[in-house]
């Protein structure tokens, strides 16, 4: 069965700096891969997918992700983070395609002025 | 996503109250899924919906009922509800008929208090 991990339950950043927030997944076959936000008081809202081809991949409001096979891994990345930028993230797999999602716990990003 | 459509946005209720969380979309997608959302443990999935014919459990469907009603319409059901459902729940969609890739499109949650 698949599984994701996201080591980090909550990350603090000063505005301006950069960001890596990391994802493990498991699954036996390829993955499909993706990561969400969740403002406080809202839905999931995609930032970015990955299905195959380039493992650089581009998401909205300035993020990328990178995936590695050889890691089993899909961090998250952004240069320089805003402070709209402080929200939940979840990474997620995919089983079925993207049928079925296994999310990861969730990492809470604090921004610091 | 304001195309996903969850009712009502907050309830508090009573242990051993019947109650049902409903989910409309308007985006025309066949698939429908229902997960609730726990601190540290990410969102899981109680039930999901292929078609308006086909309804399958997820992970942790004890204690909860689906009905499809329609293809736009999706709603999840405690019969009995207990403490330990208070969660947050959220209702999500996605179109197979673009391919087997297609993200999920999620509503704004139902925030539930089970007292």
């Known amino acids: 069965a698949q599984s994701v991990t996201q080591p980090d339950i909550h990350i603090t950043v000063s505005e301006g700096a950069s960001l890596e927030l990391r994802c493990n997944y498991s699954y036996g076959a390829t993955p499909y891969l993706f990561w969400y936000v969740q403002s406080p008081g809202q839905g999931l809202q995609l930032l970015l997918k990955?299905?195959?081809?380039?493992?650089l991949v581009q998401g909205i409001k300035g993020f990328e992700a990178e995936f590695k096979r050889s890691q089993s891994s899909f961090n998250l990345r952004k240069p320089s983070v805003h402070w709209s930028d402080a929200a939940e993230y979840f990474c997620a797999v995919g089983a079925l395609g993207a049928q079925k999602l296994v999310f990861g716990q969730g990492t809470r990003l604090t921004i610091n002025p | 996503d304001a195309d996903v459509t969850q009712t009502p946005r907050n309830r508090i209720t009573k242990t051993g109250k019947r109650i049902m969380l409903e989910c409309s979309q308007t985006?025309?997608?066949?698939?429908m899924y229902w997960y609730r959302q726990d601190p540290g443990l990410g969102l899981r999935l109680i039930y999901y919906?292929?078609?308006?014919?086909?309804?399958n459990k997820g992970e942790i469907s004890d204690g909860y009922s689906v009905s499809r009603q329609a293809q736009a319409k999706f709603s999840l059901s405690l019969e009995s509800a207990i403490p330990n459902q208070t969660a947050l729940y959220f209702c999500?969609?996605?179109?197979?008929?673009?391919?087997?890739?297609?993200?999920?499109?999620f509503g704004d949650g139902t925030r539930l208090s089970i007292l």
């Open positions: 999500a969609t996605s179109d197979s008929r673009q391919g087997s890739n297609q993200p999920q499109h």
């Open positions: 919906s292929f078609d308006v014919k086909d309804i």
């Open positions: 990955y299905f195959s081809g380039d493992t």
């Open positions: 985006k025309g997608h066949d698939r």
